[in-house]
């Protein structure tokens, strides 16, 4: 079947570590994303990549890195920079980047700091 | 500033009846694309309908319904014949054609369906 996997489902943080979220998927889409989601809030933008080798910040990308060396692939890493990274994480992917694309998202990682 | 705003935090309704998400935007691009994501407890995010500025048609996808007043700038979406496994957060996106490819959300209404 495809889809977009996320891993872990819970991630726990110690203070100073960078940790990786991955997103993988395997639809064959150029775009994807990340979102980070606080509660009582909607998604906020962090990373777009709309082809490999190339991606951009969106609203709230300070503390947070990505790279896309794959067209399946696109991990996000949460440094030590980001001082309030808990939080939900949702990856996303559409075909396209058009404006009728829709995005598909995976099921989120909960990130928890100790 | 693009911006949606969802002004109802929290809903009910009784199993079978239809229920309106309401959904307001504020764009000044022509071309936008409006949708709707469904969010069980579980988190993933779910794809339900999706309506374009230039579509003369409300979007319909089975029991979803998308009510469209391009003048009023609000998108409301209709669920009809509520079933319990509809009870999730429910958040309006709009993506404009022009500018960055990001998806703007609203925060969501929370719909809980009563037996």
């Known amino acids: 079947d495809g889809g977009i996997t996320q891993s872990p489902k819970y991630l726990f943080r110690k203070e100073g570590q960078n940790v990786t979220l991955s997103c993988e998927q395997n639809l064959n889409h150029d775009a994807m994303y990340w979102y980070r989601q606080d509660p009582g809030q909607g998604l906020r933008l962090i990373y777009y990549?709309?082809?490999?080798?190339?991606?951009q910040k969106g609203d709230i990308a300070e503390g947070y890195s990505v790279s896309r060396e794959k067209k399946e692939s696109f991990p996000l890493t949460v440094t030590s920079a980001q001082k309030n990274p808990t939080a939900f994480y949702l990856c996303?992917?559409?075909?396209?980047?058009?404006?009728?694309?829709?995005?598909?998202f995976g099921p989120g990682t909960r990130l928890l700091v100790l | 500033a693009q911006k949606i705003t969802q002004t109802q935090p929290g809903m009910f309704v009784q199993e079978k009846e239809a229920v309106t998400l309401d959904c307001t935007y504020d764009?000044?691009?022509?071309?936008?694309?409006l949708f709707w994501y469904k969010q069980p407890s579980s988190g993933e995010m779910i794809f339900l309908i999706y309506?374009?500025?230039?579509?003369?048609q409300n979007a319909t996808e089975g029991r979803y319904s998308l009510n469209f007043q391009k003048a009023r700038k609000s998108a409301n979406l209709v669920i009809s014949a509520s079933q319990l496994g509809d009870s999730a957060m429910y958040f309006c996106a709009m993506r404009e054609a022009s500018g960055t490819y990001k998806y703007i959300f609203g925060t969501g209404t929370r719909l809980k369906v009563l037996a």
């Open positions: 764009t000044s691009d022509q071309s936008y694309g």
């Open positions: 990549s709309q082809i490999v080798n190339d991606f």
């Open positions: 996303a992917s559409s075909i396209g980047a058009g404006m009728k694309e829709t995005q598909y």
């Open positions: 309506q374009g500025s230039y579509d003369e």
